[in-house]
Structure formats: C-alpha cells, structure tokens
C-alpha cells in the first residue's frame, strides 16, 4: 500500500495529510491519522469512497467525545463529519430527522421547539448522532432504540444503505449493523407533547448531568458498560479506584471524583497513560470482585 497518500481521489472537502487528532478529542490526547478527510457533503464522501483504494483502512471519528485515539496515530484514513452540511435537523409532525453530525443534545433541543417528547434523553449524550446510532447510545433509561424509525448511511465502497430499526438488532451499546458503515442521517419518532414541558424535562437532565458528572474536564463519557445486574461506577469504587492517580508514561489520568466511571486527563495524560488506567481497574474489578467490565469509550489506533 505504499504511496497511497500520493494518489487520494480528489475532494470538495479537505484532505489532511498527518493530522494531529488530539485536538479533535475530549481527552485531547493522540498521535496522528495518515490522512484525515473532512468531506464537504455526502456525493463528496460517497465518491471518496468508491474510488478510494479497497485496502486502505477507514475510521470514523465524530466530535471524539467517546474516543482514545492512540499515541502511535491511526492508519489509512480517518473521517470526520464537521460542519454545517452534516448537522441539519428538520422536524415534521412527530418525526426528527438530523445529519449524522449533528450534536445529541442539538437534536434534543430540537424536538423540544417542536413539541416532541421522547428525546430528551439525547440532552445528557456528549456526542454525534452518528455515535448513537452505532452504540445504541443512551441514559436515564431511554435508548437510540426506543425512538428510531431509520437510518441512510454509505458503505465502504461507497454504496448507499438505507437502514430501519428492525435492522439494526439493537441490544444494550451495541448494534448488528455492518461497523462499516458510515451513517448519514437518521429519523426519530416521539410524541406530542408540550415544548416548555419537554424543554423543561432536557433543563433537568442538563442540571443533573452537570452536578454529577466532570463534563468540564478532559474526559471521554462513560468508561465502562454497566455489566448485567451491576452499576460499573460502583465497581470502581468497591475497587478503589475513585479519585486515583494512574501513570505509564510519566503524564498520568485519573478516575473523577465526582463520577467513578469517569476517566479524566488531569493535564499531561497519554493516550496510553488512559487506555492503561482503564486496563488496571478492569484488571483489578475482576480479581477483586468477579466481574468483568467491558469498555464503553471506542479505543482506535496504533500504540507507540
């Protein structure tokens, strides 16, 4: 696959050759993408696709909200879906739709100036609806699957989908849809409702998100996923790992304070500095309790 960087399909959006993407995440950790493209619309995306060399590795990355982008940098392309043309949302009776690009809590707001109740859950989500629709993203005992109606998305060859709920074979974070597949835009359906009651109810989830949870810190979201019949907050906790101090490299992370299922980079974290905190308590929770946390936050890329 040498020289494949020399001879990309040629764009309307940007091709970024050894970017830095750090910056693009929470956690502000991270070596570079070989190439990272931001298309400017989705002919601009499917196109790249299809005339993209087959072996080359492509990976989305949203707002990098719920990512660990390793230091060694990601191979082939990354894809990011930035801007106006992929964060429209429309409403229309008791239906929503939003580019894949569009904040959850965008989408939230939304629904509520419609008067559509049932989406409020999208307010306490810190990502994309790209994001959702691929882990089943959710809180507050309200799912992705609870509302979707369909999704468009485009494959890696650059073919066109399009997806109902039904095809999805949602289970709790996780989807059976091809991770491949790049998603466009999706449909929501909720209920009439009144907009300051709706409004009112995204307010509170607002509110308690930001009492319980480092939502100004450097995080990436929720670590770990609740294994069946237990809260994986708590199982840190029962391991002594809140508020603990964790290096590799020199640099450091550390489980939050104020929510145990929280990584934070107190300043001079690695990439491998988290990845391996989180390791350390999984390792731990199993022997100490028994249980095995599966990660919640997508770790991409090559370690150095």
């Known amino acids: 696959m040498s020289g494949w960087k020399e001879t990309l399909p040629a764009v309307r959006g940007k091709l970024l050759r050894n970017e830095p993407l750090g910056p693009y995440t929470w956690f502000r950790v ?15 995306l499917a196109g790249f696709l299809k005339a993209l060399d087959p072996g080359v590795p492509v990976t989305v990355l949203g707002v990098g909200s719920n990512v660990i982008v390793r230091d060694g940098g990601v191979e082939g392309v990354v894809i990011r879906l930035a801007g106006r043309p992929w964060a ?118 607002t509110s308690r998100r930001e009492q319980t949870q480092p939502i100004r810190e450097k995080t990436g979201g929720s670590t770990f996923k609740n294994p069946p019949g237990h809260s994986s907050w708590k199982l840190v906790d029962e391991a002594g790992w809140r508020g603990k101090f964790f290096s590799v490299t020199g640099g450091g992370a550390m489980f939050s304070e104020l929510h145990s299922n929280f990584m934070i980079n107190p300043g001079e974290a690695t990439a491998a500095d988290i990845e391996g905190l989180g390791e350390a308590v999984r390792s731990d929770v199993q022997s100490k309790l028994g249980v095995n946390l599966e990660w919640e936050i997508r770790r991409i890329g090559r370690p150095l």
């Open 30 to 44: 991270g070596g570079a993408a070989d190439v990272l493209f931001i298309p400017a619309d989705e002919d601009d």
């Open 88 to 205: 429209q949302i429309t409403t229309g009776g008791e239906t929503i739709t939003a580019g894949a690009g569009a904040l959850d809590s965008m989408v939230a707001r939304a629904s509520a100036k419609a008067g559509i109740g049932g989406l409020e859950f999208y307010a306490g989500i810190p990502g994309t609806i790209g994001g959702a629709l691929t882990m089943n993203a959710g809180c507050y005992g309200s799912e992705t699957k609870d509302v979707l109606v369909s999704a468009r998305g485009v494959t890696r060859e650059g073919e066109r989908v399009d997806y109902a709920l039904a095809d999805f074979g949602y289970t709790y974070r996780h989807s059976e849809a091809p991770a491949d597949i790049l998603w466009l835009e999706a449909t929501y359906r909720g209920t009439p409702d009144d907009p300051e009651a709706v409004q009112a109810r995204i307010d509170e989830i």
